[in-house]
């Protein structure tokens, strides 16, 4: 049972919550365990409410639990990780979308990388939103996905605007424009 928890921990990534792991399958009694034989770290705060957040001891445990796991096996189980997070609206959206990506799902992906455009443009953070939004736009076929994109990276540029990004901008407003009239 530890072992199967660390295993199913190392999908979760570097940093785990014990629901997402029992959300997989996992039992939260080897949790306990292997917080006992120090593989794992409890963290004594959550960055997602009413989860309790821990870690692997070091990245090399990470990375050999997880590569314990056939590859055909790997996507349902984070697509199960990205749903679990997915319902966790203080879950961050560039992790979601890390999770949707290896779970092969593209249209969740991008718009996970939506929402993280959407919450890098609030922060004011123009690197991640710009970045965010350009993964959405290349992988989504969704028009509301798209706009939802365009319009935080424009969010961004109104504030941000230099030279070479304008030229950016203009581009996103006509694909805006379009998108207008698609939905």
Not at 64 to 92: C, G, I, K, N
Not at 108 to 126: H, K, N, Q
Request: net charge neutral.
């Amino acid at each position: 049972a530890r072992r199967d928890f660390a295993r199913r921990s190392a999908v979760v990534g570097r940093v785990a919550w014990v629901e997402a792991v029992q959300a997989m399958g996992g039992d939260a009694a080897a949790w306990r365990k292997l917080l006992a034989d120090r593989v794992f770290q409890r963290h004594p705060r959550s960055s997602i409410e009413g989860a309790q957040e821990f870690s692997f001891a070091s990245e090399l445990m990470t990375e050999v639990a997880y590569r314990m796991w056939p590859a055909s096996t790997l996507p349902p189980m984070h697509e199960a990780v990205a749903r679990w997070l997915d319902a966790r609206p203080d879950a961050s959206p560039g992790e979601v979308g890390r999770h949707w990506e290896r779970a092969g799902r593209p249209e969740e992906v991008a718009a996970a990388f939506a929402r993280a455009a959407e919450a890098a443009a609030r922060a004011g953070d123009a690197e991640r939103a710009v970045e965010s939004a350009g993964r959405a736009l290349r992988l989504s076929s969704d028009p509301e996905v798209q706009w939802r994109a365009l319009a935080a990276q424009d969010a961004v540029f109104q504030l941000y605007a230099d030279k070479d990004q304008q030229a950016l901008q203009e581009r996103g407003l006509e694909q805006m424009r379009r998108l207008s009239l698609e939905l």
